[in-house]
C-alpha cells in the first residue's frame, strides 16, 4: 500500500495537469483525482492481481476517462451558471522559472494554462479537447492516446486534426514575453482604474472581448454579459472601474502561465485578471475576469 501510494503521489501533478486542462475546474479536477486514487488503490490491492508495468500510462488511461465522464455533469452545471463561464484560474511558476526536462513538469510553464487557450478548448467537443490536450500539451502519440481513450488510431487522428485547426483558427500559436505582458497589464489597469478614456482606448484592439465571471455572487466588470468591440469594452470598464477596483490592493502573480493582477481586500481575493495580448503585444484582444469568490478561494 505504501509503494501503490508513493506512485499516485509521484505522478500527481501530471493527473492534475491533464484533467484540469480537460475540465477547467480544479474542484471537478480534484473530484477525478481522487476517483482515480480509489480505482489505483483498488487495482493495487486486488488479490492475485497482475503487475502494472507502466504505472504512469494506467494512471493517465484512468483520470483521462474520468475526466471523459465528468463532461456531462460538469456541461449541466454551466447551463445554469449565472453570467459567463470561465475556466478556474490557478496559479503558476513564473514563466522565468527553470525549464524542466520531464513534460509533465515543464507543462507548467506553457501557454497551455493560459486562460485564453482554456476558453478556446472549451469549444471543442469533450473527445476532441481531451485529445488535443493528450497531444499537443503533453506529446502523446496517437497510437497511445487511442489506447488510453479506448479508440482506433485513425479516429484519434481525425479528432486530432479537427481539434487543431480549431484551435488554431481561434488562437493563433503566438505568446508574448512576460515582462510585455506585465507592462500592457500594468499600462491597462492604470488607465481603466484612472477613469482615462483616451488611454484605454489606444491600448484596446479594435476588435477586443470582455468577459466578466462573477457567478452570481460577485460583480465583475462587465456585470453578467461579454462585451465585443473596442467602444463598448472601454465602456463597460470606465463605468464599473470604481466598484472592482476601489480600496483593492493589487499584486502581478502568474495564473494560467501568464503575469496576471490578482485584486486583494485585506487577505481575500477579490478578482483575477487576465489579458490576451495581439500578435505585435501592444494591444489587448482579450480580458477575463473572474470574481466568483467559489473560483478565487484557493489563490489566497
Not at 524542466?100 to 506553457?110: I, K, L, N, P, Q
Not at 491597462?188 to 465571471?213: H, K, M, N, R
Request: aromatic share 6%; net charge negative.
Amino acid at each position: 500500500m505504501r509503494a501503490a501510494t508513493k506512485t499516485f503521489t509521484d505522478h500527481r501533478d501530471l493527473l492534475f495537469s491533464i484533467v484540469y486542462n480537460m475540465l477547467g475546474s480544479v474542484a471537478d479536477t480534484e473530484d477525478v483525482l481522487q476517483e482515480t486514487w480509489l480505482s489505483w488503490m483498488a487495482r493495487s490491492q486486488a488479490p492475485g492481481a497482475e503487475r502494472i508495468d507502466n504505472p504512469r500510462s494506467y494512471l493517465v488511461r484512468i483520470a483521462a476517462n474520468r475526466a471523459l465522464d465528468h463532461q456531462a455533469a460538469v456541461a449541466r452545471r454551466r447551463e445554469t451558471y449565472v453570467g459567463p463561464w470561465l475556466p478556474e484560474p490557478i496559479a503558476t511558476p513564473c514563466a522565468s522559472a527553470p525549464a524542466f526536462d520531464d513534460t509533465a513538469d515543464a507543462v507548467m510553464h506553457t501557454e497551455s494554462l493560459s486562460m485564453a487557450l482554456l476558453v478556446v478548448l472549451e469549444t471543442l467537443s469533450p473527445l476532441e479537447r481531451g485529445v488535443f490536450v493528450l497531444h499537443e500539451v503533453f506529446g502523446y502519440p496517437h497510437t497511445e492516446i487511442a489506447d488510453i481513450l479506448g479508440r482506433s488510431p485513425s479516429a484519434i487522428r481525425q479528432l486530432a486534426h479537427r481539434a487543431r485547426e480549431h484551435v488554431q483558427a481561434r488562437r493563433p500559436r503566438y505568446e508574448p514575453a512576460p515582462g510585455v505582458r506585465q507592462q500592457v497589464t500594468e499600462r491597462f489597469l492604470a488607465a481603466t482604474l484612472g477613469g482615462d478614456v483616451d488611454a484605454l482606448l489606444q491600448i484596446l484592439s479594435p476588435e477586443v472581448s470582455l468577459w466578466g465571471d462573477g457567478g452570481g455572487k460577485a460583480h465583475p466588470a462587465g456585470g453578467l454579459r461579454s462585451f465585443h468591440g473596442r467602444d463598448k469594452v472601454a465602456r463597460a470598464l470606465i463605468a464599473n472601474a470604481r466598484r472592482f477596483g476601489r480600496d483593492l490592493d493589487i499584486v502581478y502573480r502568474s495564473v494560467n502561465g501568464a503575469p496576471s493582477a490578482v485584486m486583494f481586500d485585506g487577505d481575500t481575493t477579490q478578482a483575477v485578471i487576465s489579458l490576451d495580448l495581439t500578435p505585435d503585444g501592444h494591444q489587448v484582444c482579450g480580458i477575463y475576469i473572474v470574481a466568483n469568490p467559489d473560483k478565487l478561494s484557493h489563490l489566497e
